[in-house]
């Protein structure tokens, strides 16, 4: 069977045109969790210890960019101190809801020489009830009683192997990083004293202990446990900076509603030196997309769209994304009664007729209605 094409000449309209409401809400208070079961052991040189650090490792790579920014929704990572018996879609996926997370990562390490090989797979579960009142990942393009939405690029996604340096392992086991201090108080509007003895993450404290960070900087943070809170230092940077962990923090920013930090973890991973035609790229691009739209950056969110199409232009993903962009652009041109809408209309029905209709049929009801409501403002 022929796979659906895609004409490449992309007719998109040079628009500047008043802000079209596309439903994506507005970040508020809920909370965006990853949940990261135990590193499951490949290797019999590894021990429950350096599994646990390693997690811990990780998912310390992606808090430092959990600074709240205004209007942001909060964000946590839940360590479960055991692994998962699977990897399969469905077990992360009960894995997200049992912990109200969107986000479940499954790792593997193995040992070497030089330090570890990790392989991660990220799940985002379907969506539940999970306890948020403004989801944002999914952009909702309405128009006249008509709509058409457009979900996150994948759910199920193998990550390429992740190396953490021996150095980086042994750097954690010293505890300098691992100690948490206490203080006088929970802020810093004035500097905080140190009073009472420090803990050590998995030492005193187990490292799957439910945290909060109530600041955080360059080098340090705030940590709340329990009652108290805590100083915790950081190292200057990572303490690990490679793509993967850039791509699933830039996921959960997106979903946290903090686009700018998210749009900056997502153009690291572009600019990591992977291979342009990886489907982490790919995928990096389809968000940085999405991420466009909900800012109405209509020159990057064309740019973005182009560079997918250019790596694979039959990527389902790619089109979804694609077509909903044509839809947006035409949405705003009709609204502004832009002549701009006859030519973005002649491109989506030129692309349709090389799709079967049952293809074309989630698109249908909004494109009459864009048509229509284009004719009355010739």
Same mark, same amino acid.
């Given at each position: 069977?022929?796979?659906?094409?895609?004409?490449?000449?992309?007719?998109?309209?040079?628009? *500047?045109?008043?802000?079209?409401?596309?439903?994506?809400?507005?970040?508020?208070?809920? !909370?965006?969790?990853?949940?990261?079961?135990?590193?499951?052991?490949?290797?019999?040189?590894?021990?429950?210890?350096?599994?646990?650090?390693?997690?811990?490792?990780?998912?310390?790579?992606?808090?430092?960019?959990?600074?709240?920014?205004?209007?942001?929704?909060?964000?946590?990572?839940?360590?479960?101190?055991?692994?998962?018996?699977?990897?399969?879609?469905?077990?992360?996926?009960?894995?997200?809801?049992?912990?109200?997370?969107?986000?479940?990562?499954?790792?593997?390490?193995?040992?070497?020489?030089?330090?570890?090989?990790?392989?991660?797979?990220?799940?985002?579960?379907?969506?539940?009830?999970?306890?948020?009142?403004?989801?944002?990942?999914?952009?909702?393009?309405?128009?006249?009683?008509?709509?058409?939405?457009?979900?996150?690029?994948?759910?199920?996604?193998?990550?390429?192997?992740?190396?953490?340096?021996?150095?980086?392992?042994?750097?954690?086991?010293?505890?300098?990083?691992?100690?948490?201090?206490?203080?006088?108080?929970?802020?810093?509007?004035?500097?905080?004293?140190?009073?009472?003895?420090?803990?050590?993450?998995?030492?005193?404290?187990?490292?799957?202990?439910?945290?909060?960070?109530?600041?955080?900087?360059?080098?340090?943070?705030?940590?709340?446990?329990?009652?108290?809170?805590?100083? !915790?230092?950081?190292?200057?940077?990572?303490?690990?900076?490679?793509?993967?962990?850039?791509?699933?923090?830039?996921?959960?920013?997106?979903?946290?509603?903090?686009?700018?930090?998210?749009?900056?973890?997502?153009?690291?991973?572009?600019?990591?030196?992977?291979?342009?035609? *990886?489907?982490?790229?790919?995928?990096?691009?389809?968000?940085?997309?999405?991420?466009?739209?909900?800012?109405?950056?209509?020159?990057?969110?064309?740019?973005?769209?182009?560079?997918?199409?250019?790596?694979?232009?039959?990527?389902?993903?790619?089109?979804?994304?694609?077509?909903?962009?044509?839809?947006?652009?035409?949405?705003?041109?009709? !609204?502004?009664?832009?002549?701009?809408?006859?030519?973005?209309?002649? *491109?989506?029905?030129?692309?349709?007729?090389?799709?079967?209709?049952?293809?074309?049929?989630?698109?249908?009801?909004?494109?009459?209605?864009?048509?229509?409501?284009? !004719?009355?403002?010739?």
């Amino acid at each position: 069977m022929r796979r659906f094409g895609l004409r490449l000449a992309i007719a998109f309209a040079a628009l *500047s045109l008043p802000t079209l409401d596309h439903a994506a809400a507005e970040p508020g208070h809920d !909370q965006i969790s990853v949940v990261i079961p135990a590193v499951q052991k490949r290797s019999t040189s590894l021990t429950d210890a350096d599994a646990a650090l390693i997690s811990y490792i990780l998912a310390q790579s992606m808090k430092r960019h959990f600074l709240r920014s205004e209007g942001s929704n909060r964000s946590a990572i839940i360590l479960v101190p055991a692994p998962v018996q699977d990897d399969r879609p469905a077990t992360l996926e009960k894995l997200a809801r049992i912990n109200g997370a969107q986000i479940a990562l499954s790792m593997k390490a193995f040992h070497q020489l030089k330090g570890a090989l990790i392989d991660i797979i990220m799940v985002i579960p379907e969506p539940y009830r999970d306890f948020r009142t403004d989801p944002l990942e999914v952009l909702d393009l309405k128009f006249e009683g008509a709509n058409l939405k457009l979900d996150v690029p994948s759910r199920y996604m193998s990550f390429p192997t992740v190396f953490l340096n021996k150095e980086t392992i042994e750097l954690y086991k010293a505890d300098t990083y691992r100690k948490l201090c206490p203080l006088d108080r929970c802020d810093s509007d004035r500097p905080p004293k140190g009073v009472g003895h420090c803990k050590v993450l998995g030492a005193d404290v187990s490292f799957a202990t439910p945290t909060r960070y109530y600041e955080m900087g360059r080098t340090e943070g705030i940590v709340r446990l329990g009652d108290t809170c805590y100083r !915790q230092q950081f190292p200057g940077t990572g303490p690990v900076s490679q793509p993967v962990i850039d791509f699933v923090t830039g996921v959960e920013r997106f979903f946290a509603g903090d686009r700018p930090a998210a749009k900056e973890r997502l153009d690291a991973v572009i600019s990591s030196g992977l291979s342009k035609t *990886s489907n982490l790229i790919i995928q990096a691009y389809l968000y940085l997309v999405r991420i466009s739209i909900q800012t109405n950056d209509l020159d990057d969110a064309k740019r973005y769209v182009k560079l997918a199409l250019a790596v694979n232009s039959k990527d389902p993903s790619v089109l979804e994304t694609y077509r909903f962009l044509q839809f947006w652009l035409l949405a705003r041109a009709v !609204q502004s009664r832009s002549p701009e809408s006859v030519m973005l209309i002649q *491109s989506i029905e030129s692309d349709f007729e090389e799709q079967p209709k049952m293809f074309r049929r989630p698109y249908e009801a909004l494109l009459t209605q864009l048509k229509a409501k284009a !004719q009355e403002g010739r």
